[in-house]
């Protein structure tokens, strides 16, 4: 068991610029989260998969930002038009649902500097 | 009000001394209730996992639910420097998508 990996793990862009994070989950994990956390505060949730559906998004989650899972494995975070206050972490965690076990594990993050 | 409230600290410790980390919380759907550990600039990492109310205990670690007060606690025992480390309570309730609600995170430092 590797645990959630994520890459890049920093990325520093300027301002208007497109970037892309992508997240691997526990192999047998049907769930998949992404998060993010600013300097001083917890991680708040942005939206989540089963499997290959993307089932919640939240009120965060603008659109100038979109998220993929295709045939449920890995997934794909990708801001566009980035601004300032898009910098953060943002963090990635997966489960699996069945059998009522509810335990997120994350992975490492990616760090984000909009400039 | 925040669903979730948590002290953010600093909290500063000696070595060996029995730390105590709560949340407070006022969603009560909430049904289970995590407690990770942050180290600077990485991701969280999972240490204690409850459903429902009750105590745990693993290692130095206990963590305790009162869903009554909708008060939550870890403690740790024999604090040691490595335990230095943001901690975060997290929470959830069954059915949809089962995000977890952060506090902020209490940041501990044992000093040795």
């Known amino acids: 068991d590797t645990g959630v990996s994520q890459d890049p793990r920093h990325k520093i862009t300027k301002r208007g610029q497109n970037v892309t994070f992508r997240c691997d989950p526990i192999?047998?994990?049907?769930?998949l989260y992404w998060y993010r956390q600013t300097l001083g505060q917890g991680p708040e949730f942005l939206t989540y998969?089963?499997?290959?559906?993307?089932?919640?998004k939240s009120r965060l989650l603008s659109d100038r930002f979109s998220a993929e899972r295709p045939k449920g494995s890995f997934s794909t975070l990708e801001i566009q038009r980035t601004e300032q206050g898009d910098s953060a972490m943002y963090l990635c965690?997966?489960?699996?649902?069945?059998?009522?076990?509810?335990?997120?594990?994350f992975g490492p993050g990616t760090r984000l500097t909009v400039l | 009000q925040k669903e979730v409230e948590q002290d953010p600290g600093p909290l500063s410790v000696p070595e060996g001394a029995i730390v105590s980390l709560n949340c407070t919380y006022s969603n009560s759907a909430f049904q289970y209730f995590m407690w990770y550990r942050q180290y600077s600039r990485k991701g969280p990492e999972l240490l204690m996992y409850t459903y429902s109310s009750g105590n745990k205990e693993d290692g130095r670690f206990t963590a305790q639910v009162d869903k009554s007060s909708k008060y939550i606690s870890l403690f740790i025992r024999d604090s040691q420097p490595s335990d230095s480390a943001t901690y975060l309570c997290?929470?959830?309730?069954?059915?949809?998508?089962?995000?977890?609600?952060f506090g902020k995170g209490t940041k501990l430092t044992v000093n040795p």
């Open positions: 192999s047998e994990h049907n769930r």
């Open positions: 965690a997966s489960s699996f649902s069945e059998r009522g076990l509810f335990e997120q594990f």
């Open positions: 997290a929470m959830g309730s069954q059915g949809g998508s089962e995000k977890l609600v």
């Open positions: 998969f089963q499997n290959e559906a993307q089932l919640e």
